[in-house]
């Protein structure tokens, strides 16, 4: 059974940096497409960035484009997001999220086309 793990969340004042790391097991192959969604009190889930393993492909919310990279390590199926320059809008659980289902083309940051989620570390961000 797929498990996804994600830490490196907590609390730092704008302008900041954080890390988030998401560490998959149950499965060995690396997914198809992974990537980070955010979630604020009151206020729907959004997509972060995502990356398509097979040619690292790499997508961006408009609002962290600059600020924000995804990448992984796929010897030890691993996502990270870096986060710099964070603002308190950046305030939110986020989330993991990962699929294995292979050759779809990306259609955008739609949460049905991710089978596979963890369970959220939350970024505060003070101003």
């Known amino acids: 059974q797929v498990q996804l793990a994600e830490s490196g969340g907590g609390s730092v004042p704008a302008g900041g940096s954080l890390r988030l790391s998401c560490a998959a097991s149950?499965?060995?192959?690396?997914?198809?497409?992974s990537g980070w969604f955010r979630q604020a009190p009151g206020k729907e889930r959004e997509g972060v960035a995502a990356?398509?393993?097979?040619?690292?492909?790499?997508w961006y919310a408009d609002s962290v484009k600059g600020r924000f990279t995804i990448s992984r390590d796929n010897a030890k199926n691993t996502l990270y997001l870096q986060m710099n320059s964070l603002s308190p809008e950046d305030t939110a659980m986020y989330y993991c999220?990962?699929?294995?289902?292979?050759?779809?083309?990306?259609?955008?940051?739609?949460?049905?086309?991710?089978?596979?989620w963890g369970q959220g570390t939350q970024v505060n961000v003070s101003s």
């Open positions: 999220a990962a699929d294995w289902r292979r050759g779809r083309p990306w259609f955008g940051f739609r949460t049905a086309d991710f089978g596979y």
């Open positions: 149950g499965y060995t192959a690396s997914p198809y497409y």
């Open positions: 990356i398509r393993t097979a040619d690292r492909s790499t």
